[in-house]
């Protein structure tokens, strides 16, 4: 939560504070946060949570505008050497076949 939430919502706080007219954030899919509750570590809940946050704060920085804000929500980030869950990322050997 600290890295993913804290961490921008102080960011999109301080972007309001100097009168951001536009945000972009990247978040993670909807599909994603569900399976939370079926298969993956508790410790994600975390993560999620501080996910949800920073849109929130992102979409306040523009002044509750969603016209203003860009949130991309992938479901995996392709590329990269080796796969991981923080943050959920799959290998360009494995994208590249998908």
Known sequence: K???????VA??????????????????????AACQENWLPEFFGG????????EAAALDAVDGDASR???????????????GLLPPRVTFEYGSGV
């Open 2 to 8: 600290k890295g993913n939430g804290d961490a921008n």
């Open 69 to 83: 804000l860009c949130i991309v929500k992938p479901t995996f980030i392709y590329g990269g050497d080796s796969f």
């Open 11 to 32: 960011g999109f706080g301080a972007a309001k504070r100097a009168g951001v007219k536009r945000a972009a954030y990247v978040s993670v899919s909807d599909e994603v």
């Open 47 to 54: 993560y999620f949570d501080g996910k949800k946050a920073a």
